[in-house]
């Protein structure tokens, strides 16, 4: 990642300064290993606790949805390719509206050392549609297919898939992590919340993580951009990613859609297209 | 508004009235030549000179041309007028002395034979060019014109062959005053027919037509196709002739949308096309009728007037109306084509063909006096009030012979239909020779019936007619609210089925709109305002535009948030929405997540 | 665990051959009755259908499947009108987008997608009603009983 | 009537200028190779800046052709081959004396006139249309403004509304010179008048009389003034295009309107913004149908549209709806050449001009038995005398005078009696004819009337374009006695049958060709009604023309067989050996007229 914080502080503090937003969200290493973590510059002298690295992991589109963030009023937000894109589904879902935000787009090779997954295909190194954008673009090569991982797994037969399965969800200990951190499960309450009727058990034995994980997985279809998050904070290492690019591979093929790339698509399960869409496999 | 006196008499006439309008205003007789009411004039023959006088000047003008100018003195009789009016036709009659019209014309004005050596030429044209001019600027087609000056002028189509753009109006021949134009020239080009599709296409209709007697409105419309106005641009002959002013070409298709309460769908039926019978030749020989071409020629409003003709000995006029024809003395009528017949036609029995069959053997026996009429039946079915009595007093008056058994094949020979059939009671192959054969086809629904389903959304089965609510209990509904059936647009039957079933389907559609408060199923969605998260999922999941939003405001009336709103008037309750949301926050009455998740729960103990 | 393969749990019937359970869910207009239209023209199916009648396929949600699974069902059938014919115009073109997207992910964590079977009968099929019945309990016969969620009924892993 | 002679000496250049005639006329009888020899011939002699040698038009003398006059001297010099050439550099110009030779000689044994100013047929004219005819190169627009081009178009642009413009034409009198007689300025106010905001204006320059070359003349020696004419015209009326609907038989005038039509569009005095005083006005040509009745106006705007030419019924005139609906005034080539004198002179000066109803001048084509075979332009009311024996240099061979036609086709005869006849549009009527076009053809006592009227009957029958029926039958019928008259088989009814069809299609005929047919016929019954008599009752043809009627013999005594007649004698009819009286045999005689010409002892008779 080049050396983008001076020149992101600058911009953040003439934001401030010029009150054009109520606060900058932006990644810091403020976290108490010293790790990168989120950073809500409020006043021009905060401007300095942001940083930009090769660790900036976070999807900070998440806080966007927040009582508390919305109480500040109109907010800038640095956002990498991926976390742009969701930000178009969340103003798809009527959740922000473009005008409150003063989006600061940074130009990303890919954060992690060694590469996240995600970032090894990804195709939006630049974000689109920025208010304002750092550093010079930049022209990579994905380096392996988008389903290069679902179709590595799906060599398997039948009773090995289930059984991989089996034994990663039985070590779900339903903490939730996973939709905390997603910027597009901001359900006030989201169906395993809902005893009546209890369709999804609370208890963490294998039936209800199935279901649990199932669901959470169907609920992202058509909209979750693959930014991994989900699974890079699941406690005991459940590959959630590949549930999310399986759907996202379905989605591509049979529907021709993929999520977050403008604000006014469509999602593929409130439209049908009877061009498109076949009778195939049923009776 | 232009006034002018013509002998001596003060007349005042329209804008772009020639002399000739005002003349004939005042009752005057002008004799004309190359005039005509449709055609645009050209004051060529003069034999329609008057003396006017304007600006102190008289001379001879063709009144036929010269438009009626304000304070124009016209004198239409005197010796000036007369003596040019004899020179003209005496010059006419040396040209064309074999033309009726001008030897009638120059012997009303007291001219018999020409002083002048007679041409050798013996046509009549006489050069007014009304021809050239009704299909140059008329019609618009352009196929005849003047070629050549002076004598040598002659009106030719292009290298004197039968031109390729004569669309055959025959308005040439129509216009021309010495009728030297033979409309056989252009015979094969006569306006092609137009089959008229009420009469089954026996004979042909006009491009302006009153679809059939008893039309609603009984009144003509204009078929766009075969007009020559709208191909060409040129004709028009109707709107100068229709009195009330009524044809306006400009009018458009206009599609009215109109809200109602009730739908009665009386789309009716149509008889299924007998070629399928290969074996039987329908529309490979003509001689081969359906029961309904039938039907038509009995009728007295019918092309043959009500005379049973073999269609292959139909005689036309010019006008494609039939004239005559020869009758058949035996006529063999076939029952069940394509019903009761599972492997490749329809399953089912047509219901109405036995009754009309009968009488049609009784109209035949009525129109042909000593003709004999044949019925290949499988069995009888009169079911309904005195039916059984009416087919009786048929074997009764020998109307006709009943053979029972299906017919094999149908083809002719030196001039006759020969009709291979069997006769299962003596057990035995039947020949006949027959004049006629009608075939009582199947009834199937009218076409365009299943887009029509699809469109107002109501089931239908596998033959295409329209499905009931339920076959004992809602007959005259449909599945669909508000939406009723009629007559054999659901099922085979014939009319006082028909009428009855209708009384039943306006009766109920009375019943729904008479009342303002409409009465309908609970079952209607409805949105748990706390979970909504306003996404808006739903609303584009549903059919029915029923979901709108809503704003929640506090007491002192600002917005706190917009959620989801179901309008249960549009509402059909299809539960669409309720699976979009993601956190339940929809629901339909009826089939909430509880009950089902009870009726799952409950089903696999 | 491998012990109770082959015995079925308590409440099934006791004859040693096997019986599928399927839950139907049915769409109200359609295939419910093409079902009743199969029981009024006297034509016989296979009892192991379970129905529950809704209103459209449409109403058909991912969690009622994977819940009839969850209860011990060994295959789940999804039937309605024929794409066109819906009552609700477009109930049945959502379903035939979101059910076969569930059934690939069903797939992809290893769970035999004949287990989820779809299907368009019209109210008129009666004859295709009884006849997709027959089929798919043979099938579900074939596949055999779906122990992956009944192991955990009883907790003991 | 000086200021046409003598060139201005304004651009006076060299010492000589020698303006040989581009005519028609002359260049069929070589002028351009003596042209070209003069070329070589001074480039030969080193003259070259010295001398400007410049092709004009047509300087009207065309019996003399091919012409050349020399300046400064104003000397005329007639009849000139290429070969001539070197003699007359040799003489004239370096030697600086006129050659005699090529000079003009007025009859046999008079002294040769070389001044162009006091020759009869140059001096008697009064040139207005014809101002600048064999004085500027026609294919340079720079010699035309030199002679005041272009000043009335500025005049008009700058100070004059369209208005005062139709005034002026009202009031200068001028009549259109088509042969109509229309007075032009109310004619132009007509079309103004009429409602729609595009109009056009069309130059007849058809000319389908038999004989007539005015139009062509004027055309070939100044067609910038027909084009400033019309331009003023487009003013006035407030027409934004303007058509020429020219002869396809007059290629040279053609081209030459064309150049013109092209450096004026180069000089901005045609097409967009003309003098940037907004005036948008374009010309475009049109070739003719060559049909004679396209000289009708209807019949000309059909053929414009591109349909076949017969005329329309009237009213509508083409002034409220003419070419594709549009209000078009159409006028003759000589009318727009007026124009622009008009309009720098004034009306007053123009209408002191000719009689007290024909204004100006006109222009004839003098032509058949006449000396001086050319164009004239004379003010109206000159006698016909003044022309024929003033200006037309009197009946060569000596034979007798015996009448004119004018008018053409549509025009009559008017016999010696009435020689004295002042020319103008109701004198002309008055006596059965018409002013016409111009044509004015003179015929001596060897020219059969009855004959005449066959001609220009024949003539009609091949031309009326057969949409009426009066113009159809009537003329061809009428074509049809004179032709047995001519024939000899005329019966005693025929001449009264004659005036009735005349009248009859004189009275009922659609256009004007038809209404002027007879002219022919009535002006030469009422007339030579003898002549007729002659041919029926007597079977003779007192002017020895119609073939059926006459003999030939050679009368022995005057026969002093010089062999002359037996060499020219096309089928060897006449025998007879030198020195001895000849012989003709009737039977071979085809009666062509042959020995009768080249007898110069009159031994030839016809009865």
Same mark, same amino acid.
């Given at each position: 990642m080049q050396d983008l914080t001076q020149l992101l502080r600058e911009t953040a503090e003439d934001l401030l300064k010029r009150k054009a937003v109520g606060v900058v969200i932006g990644y810091g290493h403020t976290g108490s290993r010293g790790d990168m973590t989120a950073v809500f510059a409020r006043t021009p002298q905060q401007v300095s606790q942001l940083a930009l690295d090769g660790e900036c992991y976070r999807n900070l589109a998440v806080y966007l949805n927040k009582p508390e963030v919305r109480k500040l009023g109109r907010c800038a937000i640095v956002v990498k390719g991926c976390d742009r894109r969701a930000i178009n589904v969340l103003i798809r879902e009527n959740q922000i509206a473009r005008e409150d935000l003063h989006i600061i787009g940074i130009t990303c090779e890919g954060v992690g050392d060694p590469k996240m997954q995600k970032c090894r295909f990804c195709t939006v190194h630049n974000p689109p549609d920025c208010d304002t954008v750092l550093g010079d673009p930049v022209d990579i090569e994905p380096e392996e297919?988008?389903?290069?991982?679902?179709?590595?797994?799906?060599?398997?037969?039948?009773?090995?898939?289930?059984?991989?399965? +089996?034994?990663?969800?039985?070590?779900?200990?339903?903490?939730?992590?996973?939709?905390?951190?997603?910027?597009?499960?901001?359900?006030?309450?989201?169906?395993?919340?809902?005893?009546?009727?209890?369709?999804?058990?609370?208890?963490?034995?294998?039936?209800?993580?199935?279901?649990?994980?199932?669901?959470?997985?169907?609920?992202?279809?058509?909209?979750?951009?693959?930014?991994?998050?989900?699974?890079?904070?699941?406690?005991?290492?459940?590959?959630?990613?590949?549930?999310?690019?399986?759907?996202?591979?379905?989605?591509?093929?049979?529907?021709?859609?993929?999520?977050?790339?403008?604000?006014?698509?469509?999602?593929?399960?409130?439209?049908?297209?009877?061009?498109?869409?076949?009778?195939?496999?049923?009776? | 508004m232009p006034t002018l006196t013509v002998n001596r008499q003060e007349i005042e006439v329209a804008d772009g009235a020639t002399v000739l309008d005002a003349a004939k205003a005042c009752g005057l007789e002008i004799p004309t030549l190359c005039h005509h009411r449709g055609v645009p004039s050209a004051g060529a023959c003069r034999i329609c000179v008057v003396e006017a006088t304007s600006r102190g000047r008289t001379r001879l003008i063709a009144s036929c041309a010269y438009p009626a100018e304000e304070g124009l003195v016209v004198q239409t009789e005197s010796e000036r007028i007369k003596r040019s009016r004899k020179m003209t036709l005496e010059l006419l009659l040396a040209r064309c002395p074999e033309s009726e019209r001008i030897q009638e014309m120059a012997r009303e004005l007291g001219v018999d034979t020409p002083r002048f050596k007679t041409e050798n030429r013996n046509q009549k044209c006489i050069m007014c060019g009304l021809c050239v001019r009704v299909c140059n600027q008329v019609i618009g087609v352009g196929a005849v014109c003047f070629s050549g000056r002076g004598q040598t002028r002659e009106v030719v189509t292009p290298y004197k062959e039968l031109s390729d753009v004569c669309i055959g109006c025959g308005a040439c021949a129509v216009v021309c005053p010495t009728g030297c134009i033979d409309p056989a020239e252009f015979r094969d080009k006569l306006l092609e027919r137009i089959p008229n599709e009420f009469n089954c296409g026996f004979d042909s209709r006009r491009s302006i037509y009153v679809p059939f007697p008893q039309a609603v409105p009984n009144k003509p419309v204009i078929d766009r196709e075969n007009c020559i106005h709208f191909r060409t641009g040129g004709c028009g002959a109707c709107a100068q002739i229709c009195p009330a002013g009524a044809i306006d070409y400009e009018a458009e298709d206009e599609f009215t949308e109109e809200k109602v309460g009730a739908i009665v769908v009386t789309t009716g039926y149509q008889l299924y096309n007998p070629a399928a019978y290969e074996e039987y030749g329908y529309g490979r020989y003509p001689d081969v009728v359906t029961s309904l071409e039938f039907e038509r020629m009995v009728s007295a409003s019918g092309p043959t007037g009500g005379n049973v003709y073999r269609p292959s000995t139909f005689e036309y006029d010019d006008d494609g109306k039939i004239v005559g024809g020869e009758k058949p003395m035996v006529c063999v009528f076939v029952k069940c084509v394509g019903s009761r017949e599972e492997v490749k036609h329809k399953p089912y029995c047509s219901n109405i063909c036995c009754m009309y069959t009968a009488k049609h053997t009784m109209l035949y026996e009525h129109k042909v006096h000593d003709g004999?009429?044949?019925?290949?039946?499988?069995?009888?079915?009169?079911?309904?009030?005195?039916?059984?009595?009416?087919?009786?007093?048929?074997?009764?008056?020998?109307?006709?012979?009943?053979?029972?058994?299906?017919?094999?094949?149908?083809?002719?020979?030196?001039?006759?239909?020969?009709?291979?059939?069997?006769?299962?009671?003596?057990?035995?192959?039947?020949? %006949?020779?027959?004049?006629?054969?009608?075939?009582?086809?199947?009834?199937?629904?009218?076409?365009?019936?299943?887009?029509?389903?699809?469109?107002?959304? %109501?089931?239908?089965?596998?033959?295409?007619?329209?499905?009931?609510?339920?076959?004992?209990?809602?007959?005259?509904?449909?599945?669909? *609210?508000?939406?009723?059936?009629?007559?054999?647009?659901?099922?085979?039957?014939?009319?006082?089925?028909?009428?009855?079933?209708?009384?039943?389907?306006?009766?109920?559609?009375?019943?729904?709109?008479?009342?303002?408060?409409?009465?309908?199923?609970?079952?209607?969605?409805?949105?748990?305002?706390?979970?909504?998260?306003?996404?808006?999922?739903?609303?584009?999941?549903?059919?029915?535009? #029923?979901?709108?939003?809503?704003?929640?405001?506090?007491? +002192?009336?600002?917005?706190?948030?917009?959620?989801?709103?179901?309008?249960?008037g549009l509402c059909q309750g299809c539960g669409a929405c309720a699976v979009t949301c993601r956190s339940n926050s929809i629901e339909v009455e009826g089939f909430t997540d509880a009950e089902l998740y009870a009726e799952i729960d409950a089903l696999v103990p | 665990m491998e012990a109770i393969q082959t015995t079925s749990t308590a409440d099934d019937d006791e004859q040693t051959t096997f019986e599928p359970r399927i839950v139907a869910f049915l769409c109200n207009w359609c295939s419910y009755a093409g079902a009743d239209l199969a029981g009024t023209s006297r034509l016989g199916y296979p009892p192991n259908i379970r129905i529950v009648k809704l209103p459209c396929t449409g109403r058909v949600d991912p969690l009622f499947i994977l819940k009839a699974f969850e209860r011990g069902a060994d295959m789940v059938l999804v039937s309605g009108c024929h794409p066109g014919d819906c009552h609700y115009t477009s109930g049945n073109y959502h379903a035939r987008r979101k059910l076969p997207t569930f059934r690939s992910l069903l797939e992809f964590m290893g769970i035999d997608p004949r287990r989820f079977q779809m299907s368009w009968v019209s109210a008129a099929q009666g004859g295709k009603w009884s006849q997709v019945v027959a089929d798919i309990t043979a099938l579900a016969t074939e596949l055999g009983p779906f122990e992956y969620f009944e192991r955990i009924r009883d907790n003991r892993n | 009537m000086a200021e046409q002679t003598s060139p201005p000496t304004a651009h006076h250049v060299g010492r000589a200028q020698l303006l040989v005639c581009a005519g028609t006329g002359c260049v069929s009888g070589r002028s351009l190779k003596v042209r070209e020899a003069l070329l070589e011939e001074i480039d030969k002699r080193g003259l070259k800046d010295e001398v400007k040698i410049v092709a004009t038009g047509c300087q009207g003398f065309c019996a003399q052709g091919p012409i050349m006059i020399f300046q400064p001297d104003g000397i005329f010099y007639q009849k000139l081959k290429p070969e001539d050439v070197p003699l007359l550099v040799e003489e004239h110009l370096i030697k600086g004396r006129p050659v005699e030779k090529f000079m003009y000689v007025p009859s046999a044994g008079e002294p040769p006139i070389p001044k162009l100013s006091d020759i009869d047929f140059f001096n008697k004219q009064r040139l207005i249309v014809l101002r600048n005819r064999g004085l500027i190169d026609p294919e340079k627009i720079d010699e035309y403004i030199g002679r005041e081009g272009y000043q009335a178009l500025a005049k008009v642009l700058a100070s004059m509304?369209?208005?005062?413009?139709?005034?002026?034409?009202?009031?200068?009198?001028?009549?259109?010179?088509?042969?109509?007689?229309?007075?032009?300025?109310?004619?132009?106010?007509?079309?103004?008048?009429?409602?729609?905001?595009? +109009?056009?204006?069309?130059?007849?320059?058809?000319?389908?009389?038999?004989?007539?070359?005015?139009?062509? @003349?004027?055309?070939?020696?100044?067609?910038?003034?027909?084009?400033?004419?019309?331009?003023?015209?487009?003013?006035?009326?407030?027409?934004?295009?303007?058509?020429?609907?020219?002869?396809?038989?007059?290629?040279?005038?053609?081209?030459?309107?064309?150049? *013109?039509?092209?450096?004026?569009?180069?000089?901005?005095?045609?097409?967009?913004?003309?003098?940037?005083?907004?005036?948008?006005?374009?010309?475009?040509?049109?070739?003719?149908?060559?049909?004679?009745?396209?000289?009708?106006?209807? @019949?000309?705007?059909? @053929?414009?549209?591109?349909?076949?030419?017969?005329?329309?019924?009237?009213?509508?005139?083409?002034?409220?709806?003419?070419?594709?609906?549009?209000?078009?005034?159409?006028?003759?080539?000589?009318?727009?050449?007026?124009?622009?004198?008009?309009?720098?002179?004034?009306?007053?000066?123009?209408?002191?001009?000719?009689?007290?109803?024909?204004?100006?001048?006109?222009?004839?084509?003098?032509?058949?038995?006449?000396?001086?075979?050319?164009?004239?332009?004379?003010?109206?009311?000159?006698?016909?005398?003044?022309?024929?024996?003033?200006?037309?240099?009197?009946?060569?061979?000596?034979?007798?005078?015996?009448?004119?036609?004018?008018?053409?086709?549509?025009?009559?005869?008017?016999?010696?009696?009435?020689?004295?006849?002042?020319?103008?549009?109701?004198?002309?009527?008055?006596?059965?004819?018409?002013?016409?076009?111009?044509?004015?053809?003179?015929?001596?006592?060897?020219?059969?009337?009855?004959?005449? #009227?066959?001609?220009?009957?024949?003539?009609?029958?091949?031309?009326?374009?057969?949409?009426?029926?009066?113009?159809?039958?009537?003329?061809?019928?009428?074509?049809?006695?004179?032709?047995? %008259?001519?024939?000899?088989?005329?019966?005693?009814?025929?001449?009264?049958?004659?005036?009735?069809?005349?009248?009859?299609?004189?009275? @009922?005929?659609?256009?004007?060709?038809?209404?002027?047919?007879?002219?022919?016929?009535?002006?030469?019954?009422?007339?030579?009604?003898?002549?007729?008599?002659?041919?029926?009752?007597?079977?003779?043809?007192?002017?020895?023309?119609?073939?059926?009627?006459?003999?030939?013999?050679?009368?022995?005594?005057?026969?002093?067989?010089?062999?002359?007649? #037996?060499?020219?004698?096309?089928?060897?009819?006449i025998t007879g050996a030198k020195k001895q009286p000849h012989t003709l045999d009737r039977s071979k005689c085809i009666k062509c007229g042959a020995c009768y010409e080249s007898c110069s002892f009159d031994a030839v008779l016809v009865e």
């Open positions: 297919g988008e389903f290069a991982a679902v179709e590595a797994f799906e060599t398997k037969d039948i009773d090995a898939r289930w059984n991989f399965w +089996k034994e990663k969800l039985k070590d779900c200990i339903r903490c939730y992590a996973c939709r905390q951190v997603c910027p597009l499960c901001y359900c006030k309450q989201c169906v395993v919340e809902k005893n009546i009727p209890q369709w999804v058990e609370t208890s963490s034995h294998l039936r209800g993580n199935v279901m649990w994980n199932v669901m959470r997985a169907f609920h992202l279809t058509g909209r979750c951009i693959g930014c991994g998050e989900c699974e890079r904070v699941c406690p005991v290492g459940i590959p959630l990613g590949l549930l999310n690019q399986k759907l996202i591979q379905q989605v591509k093929d049979k529907f021709e859609f993929t999520s977050g790339m403008s604000a006014d698509e469509k999602g593929p399960f409130s439209t049908f297209d009877l061009g498109l869409d076949t009778d195939d496999g049923i009776l | 004999q009429a044949f019925v290949f039946y499988m069995d009888v079915r009169a079911p309904g009030k005195n039916y059984e009595q009416f087919v009786r007093r048929v074997a009764k008056e020998k109307t006709a012979t009943y053979i029972r058994g299906r017919v094999a094949k149908i083809f002719p020979r030196n001039g006759k239909m020969v009709v291979w059939g069997a006769d299962t009671l003596s057990g035995n192959q039947v020949e %006949i020779d027959a004049d006629l054969v009608v075939l009582a086809a199947a009834v199937v629904p009218s076409s365009g019936a299943v887009d029509l389903a699809q469109k107002l959304r %109501i089931g239908y089965d596998e033959h295409e007619f329209f499905n009931e609510a339920h076959p004992k209990l809602r007959p005259v509904e449909t599945n669909t *609210a508000g939406i009723f059936l009629a007559g054999a647009c659901q099922a085979p039957r014939d009319i006082p089925e028909t009428v009855a079933q209708a009384s039943g389907a306006a009766a109920k559609a009375l019943g729904l709109v008479v009342r303002d408060e409409y009465e309908r199923e609970p079952i209607v969605a409805c949105v748990d305002e706390n979970t909504c998260n306003a996404c808006f999922n739903c609303e584009p999941v549903c059919a029915y535009g #029923a979901i709108g939003e809503k704003e929640i405001r506090d007491r +002192k009336g600002n917005l706190v948030k917009i959620v989801a709103e179901v309008n249960p | - | 509304t369209p208005e005062e413009v139709i005034d002026e034409m009202t009031r200068s009198g001028l009549r259109g010179r088509g042969g109509a007689g229309f007075p032009t300025g109310v004619k132009w106010g007509f079309t103004r008048k009429a409602p729609g905001d595009d +109009k056009c204006i069309i130059c007849n320059a058809d000319e389908g009389d038999p004989g007539a070359f005015m139009d062509r @003349s004027i055309i070939e020696s100044d067609p910038f003034s027909v084009l400033e004419g019309m331009a003023i015209g487009a003013y006035a009326i407030g027409a934004s295009h303007g058509y020429v609907y020219i002869r396809e038989e007059y290629p040279l005038a053609m081209e030459r309107l064309h150049i *013109a039509i092209d450096q004026a569009r180069e000089y901005g005095l045609l097409g967009e913004d003309i003098f940037g005083c907004g005036l948008n006005f374009d010309i475009s040509v049109f070739r003719g149908a060559g049909a004679f009745v396209c000289g009708e106006e209807t @019949s000309l705007i059909s @053929s414009l549209e591109g349909r076949m030419p017969e005329p329309r019924v009237r009213p509508p005139f083409p002034a409220q709806s003419g070419v594709w609906n549009m209000p078009t005034n159409i006028n003759n080539v000589e009318t727009w050449a007026n124009v622009p004198v008009i309009m720098r002179r004034g009306a007053e000066w123009f209408s002191s001009i000719g009689t007290d109803t024909s204004k100006g001048t006109k222009v004839f084509s003098v032509v058949g038995n006449v000396n001086n075979t050319g164009l004239v332009e004379v003010p109206m009311g000159t006698t016909l005398r003044e022309i024929v024996f003033g200006i037309g240099g009197g009946i060569p061979n000596g034979r007798k005078f015996k009448a004119v036609q004018t008018g053409g086709p549509s025009g009559g005869c008017i016999p010696a009696s009435l020689l004295d006849l002042t020319i103008d549009y109701e004198r002309l009527g008055e006596v059965g004819s018409i002013m016409g076009s111009g044509g004015l053809i003179v015929m001596d006592e060897r020219t059969c009337m009855v004959d005449v #009227a066959r001609y220009f009957l024949e003539f009609l029958v091949d031309e009326s374009c057969g949409k009426c029926t009066p113009c159809r039958e009537g003329v061809a019928q009428m074509h049809g006695i004179l032709e047995r %008259i001519c024939a000899g088989q005329g019966r005693d009814d025929d001449i009264e049958m004659l005036i009735e069809l005349a009248e009859y299609v004189k009275d @009922s005929s659609l256009c004007a060709l038809g209404g002027t047919a007879p002219n022919p016929v009535l002006s030469t019954l009422k007339y030579f009604r003898d002549e007729y008599t002659a041919h029926i009752a007597d079977g003779k043809c007192p002017a020895g023309v119609c073939k059926a009627l006459i003999q030939y013999s050679i009368s022995a005594d005057a026969c002093k067989g010089c062999t002359k007649c #037996a060499r020219v004698c096309p089928v060897g009819a």
